[in-house]
């Protein structure tokens, strides 16, 4: 069993930047891929950003490609996003997320291709 963590969210202005930490405790995830997604009040949630077990590979979704950049650090078992010039649309709850190797297959833009989640971290970015 995975536990995963997140912190870091808050209320802040619209151009300022974030950055969201995810700890995973329980057993190792040093293997597993790690993605981050969010969920608006009345929407569905969101694919945001996933990255390899190796770190090396990375992928976004188009709303946020070149202002958010996904990390890893497999000493601390850690994940982090770090979220640059902040919209009012990114306004959500951030959820971090596990795949372990196997799980759903190849596929990782969907919240079913994860099997591990944290409790989320609120967002708030005011105009």
């Known amino acids: 069993q995975v536990q995963l963590v997140e912190s870091g969210g808050g209320l802040v202005q619209a151009g300022d930047s974030l950055r969201l930490s995810c700890a995973a405790s329980?057993?190792?995830?040093?293997?597993?891929?790690m993605g981050w997604f969010r969920q608006a009040p009345g929407k569905e949630r969101e694919f945001v950003a996933t990255i390899s077990w190796s770190g090396d590979s990375t992928y976004y979704s188009d709303s946020v490609k070149g202002r958010f950049t996904i990390s890893r650090v497999h000493a601390n078992n850690s994940v982090y996003l770090q979220m640059n010039r902040l919209k009012p649309e990114d306004t959500a709850v951030y959820y971090c997320a596990a795949k372990p190797p196997g799980y759903s297959g190849i596929f990782y833009v969907k919240a079913y291709d994860y099997a591990y989640w944290g409790q989320g971290t609120q967002v708030t970015v005011s105009s």
């Open positions: 329980g057993r190792t995830f040093s293997n597993y891929r």
